[in-house]
């Protein structure tokens, strides 16, 4: 009776560690770039130089960092129960396009503070259906995306924020501005 309590706790702690979701931590340069999870998006590589953790099922995961001025990097990685796995890679630079820029960036609403992003709203911005950055890099007056001129598809979703989902023209030497509302949710 003992020897078969004894196994039956043992396989109990076997079976919940099994069941335990683990992470993945990236090491990765750029810090800045974003990560995937299995084509979903979860977040930035790091925040003010720290790396960010996110949960992951135990098991074989592919994980994709983005950055516009970087070639995508996917890795595939294992997780196991309970265990974080961290990731080391650097990300290849792209060719810079030549000049003329113009400036790409957000005004109105209200600018997403240290606490904000801090509390995980660090919501991605996309042009022409890739990822460019975050809010609070396009989101006040010093700020902004230099672009060459021409027409985006802009894409960003924030709870802080109203959706923008518009076409947005990029002048040559100039700054276009994309008005942003406080979100009511």
């Known amino acids: ?9 043992a396989f109990s702690l076997v079976a919940s560690a099994a069941d335990k979701p683990g992470g993945i931590k990236a090491r990765v340069k750029p810090g800045r770039s974003g990560v995937w999870i299995d084509g979903k998006y979860a977040g930035p590589a790091s925040r003010f130089s720290v790396p960010e953790k996110y949960t992951a099922d135990a098991g074989e995961h592919e994980v994709t960092f983005r950055d516009p001025r970087y070639e995508d990097l996917s890795i595939k990685v294992t997780v196991k129960p309970g265990k974080t796995t961290t ?3 650097k ?31 660090v919501s991605p911005i996309y042009l022409n259906g890739r990822f460019y950055g975050y809010v609070d890099e396009f989101n006040n007056a010093g700020s902004g ?6 027409t985006y598809r802009l894409k960003m979703e924030s709870p802080i924020f109203e959706t923008v989902d518009q076409d947005v023209t990029v002048t040559a030497n100039k700054v276009t501005v994309v008005p942003l509302k406080t979100s009511r949710r």
């Open 91 to 121: 990300m290849k630079a792209v060719n810079v396009p030549p000049p003329p820029y113009g400036r790409l960036r957000f005004g109105g609403g209200e600018s997403e503070s240290f606490i904000s992003v801090t509390a995980g709203d």
């Open 87 to 89: 990731i080391r890679g």
């Open 145 to 150: 995306m230099l672009l060459p001129p021409g």
């Open 1 to 9: 009776m003992r020897i078969w309590v004894l196994t039956l706790f």
